[in-house]
Structure formats: C-alpha cells, structure tokens
C-alpha cells in the first residue's frame, strides 16, 4: 500500500449503514434487541415513526418500515474471535435461531423475521 493510499483511507474514511426493509418495525425492533442485544439509537417520531436505527458495538442498522417494499438483504458481520465466542454463547442463552450455512466459507445465519439475514463467519 502506497503511503498515498493510507493517507487516503485516514483522511476518506467510508462509513456505512445498511437499511433493513420490514413489515412492522415494532416487531422488528424487539427481534433486533432482545434476542440480538442491540440498542435503539433513534426512532422517528418520537418512537411512533417507522424508521429506526439499533446499534450493537461498531455494526449500526436502520430499520423501515414499508409497505411497498419486500426487499431482503444479507449483511455480513465480522466479529473478533472473542465476539464470536459471545455470539455462539448468546445464541445458546437466548434461544436464538440460527443455523451453519455456507457462504465461501462456514457462516452462522441468523434470519431476522422478515427473512433478512445475518451472516456471521465462523473463523478468520
């Protein structure tokens, strides 16, 4: 890498958050928090809007709630070797459904309950 290259990545920094389409944003937003312990961030509307954002750690979600949309997404979230320690421990403790797939690779999926789903890798 070029020392251009790494001023670049400094100084340019991308940041993303992934919009996660859903049938009602209330069920969405109990999935996302108490089975995956998230955080609620924001809520239009004072709570009562359908549009949210969870975040856990560095991985930040919106939520939307549209009636014209059926969209599904896949989000890949890579997690420390701690991290996915956790994650396999939280699945037990919360009953999270989950499942091995593959993906390239060996993945955990978790589908959120409008089919968008989570993948996990399951080593570096």
């Not at 999935?31 to 856990?56: N, P, T």
């Not at 750690?57 to 989000?75: G, M, N, P």
């Not at 999926?109 to 890798?121: C, T, Y």
């Amino acid at each position: 890498m070029t020392e251009t290259t790494v001023r670049e990545q400094i100084t340019h920094r991308w940041y993303t958050r992934p919009v996660l389409f859903v049938a009602d944003v209330n069920r969405a937003l109990l999935f996302y928090i108490d089975m995956l312990g998230f955080e609620k961030r924001w809520h239009e509307g004072d709570g009562a809007g359908k549009v949210c954002q969870v975040s856990r750690a560095e991985c930040e979600i919106i939520l939307c709630e549209d009636a014209t949309r059926r969209d599904k997404a896949r989000l890949f979230v890579e997690l420390t070797a701690d991290g996915l320690t956790a994650l396999r421990r939280e699945i037990v403790e919360r009953s999270i459904p989950s499942e091995k797939s593959w993906w390239g690779y060996d993945v955990i999926k978790i589908v959120d309950p409008d089919g968008n789903e989570l993948l996990f890798p399951e080593a570096k």
